[in-house]
T-cell receptor, first 113, second 114 residues
């Protein structure tokens, strides 16, 4: 029963490098989300998707891109890593019904040096 | 703008003490309310949720929360905390709309001393 799986768990990048944070879910969730969590700031929504082929910006989308080619996968891409993107990133999925909670992955801790 | 406020940023309690964490939101329409818990080094897990009906909801591990519509509040309570309750607690609100976007509070870090 995998749920929402994120890889990698940890990563260190140099400024200007690019990388893709992977997120996959086997819960048949139509809705998927990417958040970043910074100390004392709670979770901020970066991007979300309501289904395959559909994505939209959240509260803090700058510096990130996403794609949703399948229902299962929702990768988050950083094209030019900056120190301000040092954070813990969480992927989540939900059915999209308002009475159902979001299910979170274990997170990716990313440091940009 | 829609927002969620958690006024207690850091709470320290002794075991067996009672807990109440505040959560207020800024919207007067339909809302769905959640409390999530994040244990050290782990992902967020759902503690409890409110959608409709009885405003006093019970969740896992002895937690409960009361929705007071007139005060735009959804405070989390537990009569007697344990050391294992040490974690960060997030209130989240799903405001009326079609996009299912949760707004999170900034979190409350609870440390329970044995």
């Amino acid at each position: 029963n995998a749920g929402v799986t994120q890889t990698p768990k940890f990563r260190i990048l140099k400024i200007g490098q690019s990388m893709t944070l992977q997120c996959t879910q086997d819960m048949n969730h139509n809705y998927m989300y990417w958040y970043r969590q910074d100390p004392g700031m709670g979770l901020k929504l970066i991007y979300y998707s309501v289904g395959a082929g559909i994505t939209d910006k959240g509260e803090v989308p700058n510096g990130y891109n996403v794609s949703r080619s399948t229902t299962e996968d929702f990768p988050l891409r950083l094209e030019l890593a900056a120190p301000s993107q040092t954070s813990v990133y969480f992927c989540a999925g939900s059915t999209g019904n308002s009475n159902q909670p979001q299910h979170f992955g274990d997170g990716t801790r990313l440091s940009i040096l | 703008a829609q927002s969620v406020s958690q006024h207690n940023h850091h709470v320290i309690l002794s075991e067996a003490a009672s807990l109440e964490l505040g959560c207020n939101y800024s919207y007067g329409g339909t809302v769905n309310l959640f409390w999530y818990v994040q244990y050290p080094g782990q992902h967020l897990q759902l503690l409890l949720k409110y959608f409709s009906g009885d405003p006093l909801v019970k969740g896992i591990k002895g937690f409960e929360a009361e929705f007071i519509k007139s005060k735009f509040s959804f405070n989390l309570r537990k009569p007697s905390v344990q050391w294992s309750d040490t974690a960060e607690y997030f209130c989240a609100v799903l405001f009326g709309g079609a996009t299912n976007k949760l707004i999170f509070g900034t979190g409350t870090l609870l440390a329970v001393q044995p």
